[in-house]
Structures are given as C-alpha cells and as structure tokens.
C-alpha cells in the first residue's frame, strides 16, 4: 500500500513542499495537496513606509508585499525565520533571520533594538502578537495587516483519503491550520500529525491522532525529518504481521 501525505498548506508554499517530501521519501508516495487556508494580498493597505526603520515579517506572504514599495523604501527586515528572510532579500532588502518562530524573532530584536519606528507587516490572523510585546518593551510600533486567510474546503479528493482507514500523514504548519484541518476533516483514517510547534500540536483534538510528532525546530527542514520518522513508524506497523 502506498504511503500517503496530505498537505494542507496554501499553494504556493504546498506544491513546493510536496517536492520536497517526494525527494526525500520517494516517487511511490501519493501526496494530496488540499490547502486549508486560500491567502489574500493585501496590497492596497500599505501605508507609506518611508519613515520607518525596521520592518517584521513573519511570513513569506507578508514579505511578498515589499515588491510594491517604492525603490526609496528600503529599511531592514526582521523576518521570522530563513525562508521568510529569503523572500525579502529576493526582494532587494537587508533581512535578519529571526531564528524560526515568533518568540525567537521577539529576542532578537529585543536585544538588538534595531532602528524605530518598527512597522510589522503581518497575516489577518496570527499567533503572537508581536506588536504588542515590542509596544510593551517600549518600541514605537505600527502594525498592518498585509494580507488575509481565507477558510475553503478540502476537497473530494483529500475527504476521500481522510474517509479510509489507510494511515494518512498529515503535517501541520501552524495553530490556526491545524484547527482548520481538524474542523473540515471527517473521522476514519488514522493520522499521523507532524507538528511545526507545541502550538500547533495543542490544536490536535484529543483522540484525533494515532501519533503526534513535534518538529525539532520550527521549519521545513525540521518537518520533513518528523514526516519521516512517521513514514518510518507507519512502514514498520504496515508490515509487522502482529499488527494484522
């Protein structure tokens, strides 16, 4: 039986990982890309940002947006992790790798205090709020909302796999998409959850999981690592005869 893996990320984040997952485990896998969320730019409410002197990011989609700031625009990113500083580099700004997740990234610029007013750009909806911590260490800060996730359906193809009773792996990249994914997905196959953090572990309903594994940091690299050790686990049970 071929090992299957749905993705729930939004594209084009999604397509890019299921590559990843496909060199790492194998062209046998069946890998069903069924994003949770549809993401939203929000490209008309930047403010002009000539003044500021730091901007935070804490997702390539936030960093997407400085392509639509004028060349004269150029302050420094903080950016929550080496993907995120990518995209703004590719974008023609000086990023600072923030470490992976949002507690890392608020150390670092609390102990570099990089240059004010701060101006997080940031998704509708987030898991720490950043702002008012960097306010509550006396930072001038602005924030705006760049971009926004919408809720959509799984799909026929993705509720199909999740009504079987094949073990399914399922990575899970954030708190708000692993609630989303546990309130769409129907009851039926057994799941095998990679989680990008505690955060998004504690989303996972009690009973809902055969295993959990949490990422040993929080990135892609570190969740292909746990897709494996589950892949593993699966394989082992799949042929192990006292498991028929």
């Known amino acids: 039986m071929a090992l299957s893996i749905l993705i729930t990320r939004p594209e084009p984040a999604a397509s890019d990982f299921a590559a990843a997952v496909r060199a790492g485990l194998g062209a ?6 069924a994003p949770v969320m549809r993401i939203e730019p929000l490209t008309d409410a930047l403010p002009d ?13 936030a960093a997407a947006t400085l392509r639509h700031l004028p060349a004269t625009c150029r302050p420094v990113c903080y950016c929550v992790g080496a993907t995120t500083a990518a995209a703004a580099r590719a974008a023609g700004f000086e990023a600072v790798d923030g470490g992976g997740d949002a507690r890392r990234l608020l150390a670092r610029l609390l102990a ?14 987030v898991a720490a709020d950043l702002a008012a911590s960097l306010a509550g260490a006396g930072f001038d800060v602005a924030e705006t909302v760049v971009y926004r996730q919408h809720p959509q ?17 399922v990575p899970l990249f ?39 594994v949490i990422a040993r940091a929080p990135d892609a690299e570190a969740m292909l690592t746990a897709i ?13 005869p006292r498991s028929k």
Request: aromatic share 2%; proline share 11%.
């Open 174 to 212: 954030s708190p708000r998409s692993a609630a989303l994914f546990f309130e769409a997905a129907p009851p039926g196959a057994p799941l095998h959850v990679a989680a990008i953090s505690r955060n998004a572990a504690a989303r996972v309903p009690p009973g809902r999981a055969e295993a959990l």
């Open 28 to 33: 046998s896998l069946r890998i069903v890309i």
């Open 49 to 61: 940002l000539a003044g500021a002197g730091t901007l935070v990011l804490t997702s390539v989609h």
């Open 153 to 169: 359906p799984l799909g026929a193809e993705a509720e199909s796999l999740l009504a079987g009773t094949a073990p399914v792996i």
């Open 112 to 125: 570099d205090r990089p240059p004010e007013p701060v101006h997080y750009l940031r998704g509708e909806h």
């Open 228 to 240: 494996e050790a589950l892949a593993s686990q699966v394989k082992r049970v799949e042929t192990d």
